[in-house]
């Protein structure tokens, strides 16, 4: 796999993320178990947005000559990734929600895995 390659499946996948905490957060939520509360909601909108930010920095990144660029954005997601998956498993072990709340520290790890193979040990291949 090339890294522009995920880029693209990221893309996909913060873009659909992205647009569902913007646009339809108490049905993402919901898919989850879980309830929103207006604060909830607030703060959920805003997570989209910085995550199609990241969508937005995937999608110039598949397209850009620029070593240096991909490099700093592999590396930005991979830290990104790592957090996510890091809090994503400590929700998911406090048992709020049930077993779909799985996919998400699974993709974050998968993400995470890809990004770390790009930026610690085939750089070269950036």
């Known amino acids: 796999m ?3 390659h995920l880029f693209s499946i990221n893309l996909i996948i913060a873009i659909f993320f992205g647009l569902a905490c913007s646009l339809l957060p108490h049905q993402l939520f919901k898919l989850y178990g879980l309830q929103l509360d207006e604060a909830g909601v607030w703060a959920t909108r805003l997570v989209g947005g910085s995550i199609l930010g990241y ?3 995937m999608w110039f990144g598949r397209r850009t000559a620029s070593i240096d ?5 592999a590396f ?3 830290v990104q990734d790592v957090i996510g998956l890091i809090a994503s498993l400590e929700i998911q072990f406090s048992r709020v929600m049930g077993w779909i709340g799985w996919s998400n520290p699974i993709l974050y790890l998968l993400l995470s895995l890809g ?3 790009f930026v610690f ?3 070269g291949d950036i």
Do not use: E, V
């Open 76 to 78: 930005a997601l991979f």
């Open 115 to 117: 990004y770390a193979y």
């Open 69 to 73: 660029a991909r490099k700093a954005i």
């Open 121 to 123: 040990i085939r750089p």
């Open 2 to 4: 090339k890294l522009h």
């Open 55 to 57: 969508a937005t920095l």
